[in-house]
Each structure stands twice: as structure tokens, then as C-alpha cells.
């Protein structure tokens, strides 16, 4: 004998049904999936962009001299005078830039040291060649070949890439051109100094930094791009999460609502399965089991299109052009099992008031 509360015997009877729960449930995920992506993707571009702030402060000082007292700082490693220039990068969402750095040769090894990144010493070009090093994501976005020039108003000629978890670039030139670049009105690169901290003295040195050297110099820190970065993705990041809790909502509503009338029209099986002695728990239980396995099912397919989708965006749209990939986070996960909940929640609900008021007598003899 088939039994009337099996899960099996009711998605055979309702395939209608619960196909188009489950594709409303997948469809809702997929959006808040992608748009999550879209989001992250972005707010780790940005953050990217000032990774390298972390391990050293720019004291952008157009072409000035800093006071000799910063030398003396006891706290402070080593004080490089650079030329910053930049390399534009195209995200998913955001325009941003890459810096290449100008600066003698010895300075570039030792900065990439400090930066952990790993290359060869012999790779680096000599001073005054106009031979560039780049990060591999900077060279992809930029479509930049090996030994072509990158640059029609000064020529630079691509050298080699290398990997690191930051958008920059590395210019070799020597004290003397430098200084001609450093003092020239003409050139309206960024100009001064990179302060590398000694260990553990980062706070103290930006603090020194920010009360001594002279106020028209800006000084940019982590604390500078990381105030950046969070005024924007805050901005952005609160707007996606009132679209978010909207989206649930209206989506959790209507999903039960649709759910609640399919249960309503099933009243007359409810009312048969009362009669055979099935106390309202039981029933409620196989209904609760019903949205379960619906909901569940919907879920998984979900997990495995966002993989799928997040895959092919990787492979075919970010990587080719060196953009930070998608990924699924918890943070993702903990909002999208929010679907599922809340159409659960909006059917066994009123689902359950229904069952409390009806009687299985007058459901089975067609009046009500």
C-alpha cells in the first residue's frame, strides 16, 4: 500500500508545482548570487589598488625635499625618492590604476623584498633602459606584449612580468634622471618620497610623519586608502543590502503566498487524510516535509549555477584580463538560505491557521 504522506507520491501528483517552486526558489538565488559577486569582485579590486600601502607611506611632496630630521628618525628603515606614475586597469564595475614606481634599481629590489614578491634580481633591468616590469594582472588588462613599447609620449618598453598581490609596476632609472624628472615644473607625476617603517614602528612613523613634515605635503598611508575604500564600498555595500532584505522579503512573501494557495486548493486531500484519523501535526509535518525537500533541492541547484556561473565568468571574462576573480563566501551562503527559510516560514504559517480552522466533514461534502 502507497503511503499517503510520502514526499514521492506528492511531487509525482504536483510537477507543475513544485518544478515552478523550485525554479522561483533558483532564479531568486542566482540574483542575489550574482549581484553578491559583482559586489565582492569590486570591493577587492579596490582594496587591491592600495595593497602595497600596507608595508610603506608615500610623501607625495611634489618634487620638494623633505626635512633632514625625517632622515634622522630612528624608527625609519629607509627613505626612497620616487616618481609615481600610472597604468589604468579595467574592472568588472570600476576603473582603477595601477602605479609604476620610478626609482634606482638597487631601491626596486629592495622594495619588491619588502613586498614579498618574488622575482629574480637578474630580471630587473638596468638603470635608464625605459625597460618596465609589471604585474602580470596589470599586462593582461592592459594587453601589453613582451619588448613592444607601452607608451607613445615617453617610450617604455615592456621588459617582463612577474605575480603579486598588487597593481604595480617598476621603472628602473638612475639618481641623476630621476632628479631631472624630480625638479622639472613640465612633469606632473607624483613626486617624493616612499618611507619604509622598521618593523613593527608602522603606526609610530605615519603618526611622526602626518605632525612633522611640512603641511602643504600629503602623506598617504594605509589608513588614507583604507578610509577611501571604506567610505565607498560602505555606500555601496549598504545599498546592496537594503536590496537584498527588499528582494528577500518580496520574494519570501510571494513564494509563500503561491505556496499557501497551492495548499489551500489541496484542501479536500487535507480533509481526507483528516478523516482517516491524520491529526493536523502529522499533516502539517508532511506539508513541512514537502518545502523541505522543494526548498532543499532548490538550493543545491542553486549552488552548483553559481559555481557554474562563477567558473565560466572566471575563465572566459576575468582571468584572460587579470581581474580578481568571483567567489562564493559564507558570507554569500548565510544570505541566499535566507530564500528558502522564508518561503518556508510564509507557507507553514498560514498553512497551518488553515488547517486549524477548517472542517475535514464540510472540506470532503465540497462546502468550503
Sequence with gaps: MKEPLSFHQYFK??????????????????????????????????????????FYTFIDTEGNTIDEKVYQNPDIERIIPVIIDVVPFQG??????????????????????????????????????????????????NDF?????????????????????????????????????FTSKDDTRNKGYIIVPKKSKFDEVNQYLKENVNSNFNVVDKNYY???????TDDVENL????????????GVGLGIST?????QRRKEFGVLSSLGYSDKKILFRINKEIYYT??????????????????????????KGIPGFELNVQLFMRIIVIPLFTSVFSLVPTWILLRKIDC????????
Excluded: C, W
Design 13 to 54: 501528483g504536483n510537477i507543475k508545482k513544485v518544478s515552478s517552486l523550485i525554479i522561483s526558489i533558483i532564479f531568486s538565488i542566482l540574483l542575489i548570487g550574482s549581484i553578491h559577486m559583482f559586489l565582492i569582485n569590486s570591493i577587492d579590486l579596490a582594496k587591491m589598488v592600495s595593497n602595497q600601502y600596507h
Design 92 to 141: 568588472m564595475a570600476i576603473n582603477s590604476n595601477g602605479e609604476i614606481l620610478l626609482m634606482d634599481r638597487e631601491d626596486i629590489i629592495y622594495l619588491m623584498h619588502i613586498l614579498k614578491i618574488d622575482f629574480k634580481e637578474k630580471f630587473v633591468p638596468e638603470n635608464d633602459l625605459n625597460q618596465l616590469i609589471l604585474d602580470e594582472k596589470l599586462i593582461k588588462n
Design 145 to 181: 606584449k613582451t619588448g613592444s613599447s607601452i607608451d607613445s609620449k615617453q617610450p617604455l618598453i615592456m621588459n617582463i612580468g612577474f605575480k603579486s598581490n598588487y597593481l604595480i609596476g617598476f621603472l628602473p632609472v638612475s639618481e641623476v634622471e630621476l632628479n631631472i624628472h
Design 226 to 232: 583604507d578610509s577611501i575604500v571604506e567610505n565607498v
Design 240 to 251: 546592496f543590502n537594503i536590496v537584498t532584505f527588499i528582494v528577500l522579503i518580496s520574494i
Design 260 to 264: 499557501y494557495v497551492h495548499y489551500f
Design 295 to 320: 526548498s532543499l533541492s532548490a538550493l543545491l541547484i542553486s549552488l552548483l549555477l553559481l559555481l557554474l556561473e562563477k567558473s565560466l565568468i572566471n575563465i572566459f571574462l576575468l582571468n584572460p
Design 361 to 368: 466533514v464540510s472540506i470532503i461534502e465540497g462546502e468550503i
